[in-house]
Structure formats: C-alpha cells, structure tokens
C-alpha cells in the first residue's frame, strides 16, 4: 500500500507548492492527480522519486518510509516516466538495460538479461529490439519508456503525462498498457492526466489538486460540475452515455 502523508514542499518559504498532501492508494489499483498547471503534480513525483526532499511528511510503502531510502533501494520500489522521454542513440534492448543498473555494478547478470527479454516480450517491443530507440514513432518510445521503468522492477509506477504529444490511437495503447500492467503485476500506479474523460477510462481513484492542496478524492463520483468548476474554473455537464459518463465542457466561467 503506498501512502503519502502531509507532505509539504516549497523552494522558499513566501511560496509553498505542497501544503500538506496526503493520500493512499492500494496494491494494483490506478490513482490519478488531477488539476491546472502548477497544482503540485510534477512535484509530488520528483518527490517520490527522490528528484526533491520534502520539508515534511512521509511517503510509506508497505510500512516503510521512502524518504528513508538509498537511491538504489529506492529505485527497486519507484519507476518513473517522465513528460519529457530523453533517449540516448541505443537500441530498444540497451535502452530497456539501463533500467537494470541500479541491480549491478560492473556488467548485467544472466538474471539481468533474462528479465529484459521477459519485459520486451510482455510489452510486444521484440521485433524492434535491435533498433535505434530514436529512430521508433511517438507511441513506440512511450512503450519502451515504460518497458524501461519495468525493468527496475518496481512496486510503484510513476507517470507524469503519459499521454502528451501523443496520437489518440497511441493515447489508448499507453493507457491500455498501464491499466494492464497495474491490474496483472499488482503494481500501484500513480499517474497525471489532463483529459478528464481519459482519467475516468483510466482510473481507480482520483484526486483533485489546488494550490498544493487535495481538495477531493474517491473514485469516479468525484467527477460532478461542482468540483470540476471549482478545480478548473470551467462550466462542465457529467452525463451518462451507453453506461458511461462523459464530461461535456462548455465556457470558462471568468474565475
């Protein structure tokens, strides 16, 4: 179970991104941050991956503290991917490697090897295993940026964005992806996303963020024109379709 409790974070004291977030999120499910630019996302996540240290709280997984953690231990239990995908010129089997050296110090195992293999396959990535990693389309990268973070074998899976820049056909397949790995690995995925109608696709359980702050939580049913108007600042309608619910938006109400 991760849990995140209190946290609080500012690059100066005048000005506090994080003003006590907490959350919790069980083994396997998918927990989405939502809300404007500069709500805390991105900096909640340097924070679990150790990019930041917080002024206070405690982010716990399974009982213990990851505030508390090397760098290596860490990462056997946080993988991230980023927004922006930065890849060397190396193949996609040296690119999904280097997911492994936090596991070895001179040269990768057999065991190392084997779990590349394994974790190209699961993502369907063997038939370009030998290419140049940027030579790959905008979907294909996302893919092996998340076959990379899977070679750390994480607890925990950190997306920031999976889906920007990306076609709506590639939008679905990452999303796909994610929601397979979380619900087959039991891995806990925590994850931004700024189409509402994706993240309720998406999702598990969601949480609105403000001014650093969460100011709602739960699962699909947080998604009403009141929070939605007081998060964004924008007129929105909830409606049920075919059994599912869609957000329609309509005018930025001036707030």
Avoid: W
């Amino acid at each position: 179970m991760l849990e995140i409790q209190d946290l609080v974070f500012g690059y100066d004291r005048q000005n506090p991104v994080l003003g006590g977030v907490s959350l919790s999120l069980e083994d396997g499910q998918v927990g989405i941050l939502l809300g404007r630019n500069g709500a805390g996302k991105t900096t909640l996540f340097k924070i679990m991956t150790g990019a930041l240290r917080p002024d206070g709280g405690t982010i716990l997984f399974n009982g213990r503290d990851l505030l508390q953690m090397s760098r290596r231990e860490r990462a056997s239990v946080v993988a991230y991917v980023p927004q922006q995908i930065e890849f060397g010129a190396l193949t996609v089997y040296q690119t999904v490697l280097t997911g492994r050296v936090s596991y070895y110090t001179v040269k990768p195992s057999a065991s190392d090897l084997r779990v590349v293999e394994r974790i190209l396959s699961e993502m369907e990535l063997e038939s370009v295993s030998c290419r140049n990693v940027l030579e790959l389309s905008g979907g294909e990268r996302q893919k092996v940026a998340i076959a990379r973070a899977l070679a750390q074998e994480p607890k925990v899976l950190v997306f920031d964005e999976p889906t920007g820049n990306l076609d709506i056909a590639n939008e679905l397949l990452i999303i796909n992806e994610a929601k397979k790995i979380a619900h087959t690995k039991n891995i806990t995925v925590i994850s931004s996303i700024h189409d509402l109608n994706q993240a309720m696709y998406f999702g598990d359980r969601f949480f609105f963020m403000k001014e650093g702050k969460i100011r709602c939580s739960g699962t699909s049913e947080v998604f009403d024109e009141k929070n939605i108007k007081d998060i964004y600042g924008v007129d929105a309608r909830v409606v049920d379709s075919c059994g599912e619910r869609i957000i329609h938006y309509y005018r930025e109400s001036g707030k």
